[in-house]
């Protein structure tokens, strides 16, 4: 099974035009607006799972979130 990632082409003579029509608002990393940990375990599984596995991505998520 293929995991590629989806690719897009941007013409080069409207690059900045193109990026914002494209580009979200606000990014999820930022600092001002944090992910909620539902997001946050949602943003994990949905990268590490297709690395790791769905099983073993679980796991290692709860013993994250039981770190001090």
């Known amino acids: ?22 580009a979200p608002a606000v990014a999820a990393y930022d600092p001002e607006l944090p992910l909620s940990g539902a997001k946050l375990d949602g943003k994990f599984l949905e990268l590490v799972s297709p690395v ?6 679980r796991t290692m998520l709860a013993r994250l979130w039981s770190l001090e």
């Open 52 to 57: 790791i596995g769905d099983d073993p991505a």
């Open 1 to 22: 099974m293929c995991n590629a990632l989806p690719q897009a082409t941007i013409p080069a003579e409207d690059v900045q035009a193109q990026f914002q029509a494209v």
